[in-house]
């Protein structure tokens, strides 16, 4: 099968969405699919590399000399992005066009699979309302241009989005839910990682099917992560805890620091990631056990997972299926979330919901890890016994392909 992926975030920048389209388009070249990713051309940053034989093609896309929302390349014009895409997809002879985003390299795969009649499946990796409100800039003015411009792309007629819910309540929030209800309502099938973001958009309105499939890890990340091992912690040993993410609002990488005024004496708390809240975290960091490491190569983060005693995610109704957490998992890193949407990504047993999703509530989680290093061992042993839940299958997502394929084109 010919797969084009179309995505506005992938290497080599950093995040979950790069990380979880990389480890899909891995595994499906070694399933015998022929892959192409697309994603936003970055000037700024380093070239693509290829990843070795299992590798994806990759084309660059035409992004805006100005705007770089968050730092990211941003795929810029529409009708330039389109006609690469639509010229692209033919010569390959694309059979099924998976997008990754809502923004305008997503856009402009949606378009172009529609100008040549490929089916289009849509992965919704993530809640826009929340991450526009947090790293754009006046966001009431920015989301409702943006909204404006999705909206140039595919119709959100008829969609309407009702404020009876708390991730509804306010009017920038109900503009983006609209720009996701739409774009589901263009695909032709939908897929989510998490089954509480999937009853979410279908409780908001989508109609067209949806299927729930997680994301996982390549068998390239594995290898270099090796066996996972049972943490053990001495009462006399400092307890290593460790937060990996993007440093801006949404991520709550603030409410760590404050938890860690908390955490016992010898704790030592490694900061792994960059972002727009990199100066205000730093600043209230003085004093406390907390390192900021910067922006961290992936291979030196799953490094750092390994000499941890604990994984903290601190966000709290944002994130779908945190690739971290599936890292984590691998690696035998027992978790403590914030979120209790979030139980859903850990196996039984392997990790912690604080008691409240405050700063109290995860230097509570801490202390007693700390306190009682049995649970560390019992919750590491968990996942080590479950380590092959998160490794990255590629059925279900094919099966969705071939569903949305016509039958004279599922050869």
Not at 101 to 119: T, V
Not at 190 to 196: D, I, K, M, N, W
Not at 246 to 270: M, W
């Amino acid at each position: 099968m010919r797969i084009a992926l179309v995505t506005d975030y992938y290497l080599p920048t950093l995040g979950g969405v790069q990380t979880a389209v990389r480890s899909l388009a891995e595994a499906l070249v070694t399933a015998g699919h022929e892959v192409t990713v697309f994603c936003p051309d970055d000037p700024a940053g380093p070239a693509h590399t290829p990843g070795g034989a299992a590798a994806p093609a990759v084309v660059g896309l035409p992004v805006s000399p100005v705007f770089r929302p968050d730092g990211y390349p941003f795929a810029w014009s529409p009708r330039r992005v389109r006609a690469v895409l639509r010229r692209d997809f033919a010569a390959r002879g694309t059979d099924v066009v998976h997008t990754h985003s809502e923004m305008f390299a997503a856009l402009g795969g949606l378009r172009a699979a529609q100008d040549l009649g490929i089916p289009v499946v849509h992965t919704m990796h993530g809640r826009i309302d929340v991450y526009t409100r947090n790293v754009l800039p006046v966001p009431a003015v920015t989301t409702a241009l943006l909204a404006f411009l999705h909206a140039t792309q595919v119709s959100r007629r008829g969609i309407h989005v009702a404020a009876d819910t708390p991730y509804t309540r306010t009017r920038t929030a109900r503009r983006m839910w609209r720009v996701m209800l739409a774009q589901s309502r263009a695909s032709d099938h939908v897929v989510v990682p998490s089954r509480h973001f999937a009853d979410k958009l279908v409780d908001r309105g989508v109609r067209t099917p949806v299927s729930v499939v997680s994301n996982g890890i390549e068998p390239a990340v594995l290898d270099t992560i090796g066996p996972a091992s049972v943490r053990t912690r001495a009462v006399d040993e400092p307890l290593r805890v460790l937060w990996v993410g993007r440093l801006s609002p949404e991520k709550r990488p603030g409410v760590l620091v404050e938890a860690a005024r908390s955490f016992p004496p010898g704790t030592v708390v490694d900061v792994l990631g960059d972002g727009v809240a990199r100066t205000a975290v730093a600043r209230s960091a003085v004093g406390t056990p907390v390192r900021l490491h910067g922006s961290t190569p992936h291979d030196e983060v799953l490094a750092a997972m390994r000499r941890a005693h604990v994984l903290v995610s601190s966000s709290v109704d944002f994130d779908n299926q945190p690739m971290v957490m599936l890292e984590a998992v691998a690696t035998g890193l027992p978790v403590v979330h914030c979120d209790p949407d979030l139980a859903e990504v850990v196996p039984a047993g392997g990790g912690f919901t604080t008691p409240t999703p405050d700063a109290a509530g995860i230097a509570t989680v801490v202390r007693r890890v700390h306190e009682e290093p049995e649970l560390l061992e019992r919750a590491s042993a968990a996942l080590v016994a479950a380590r092959g839940r998160v490794e990255q299958r590629v059925d279900g997502l094919v099966a969705v392909y071939e569903r949305v394929l016509r039958p004279s084109r599922t050869t």
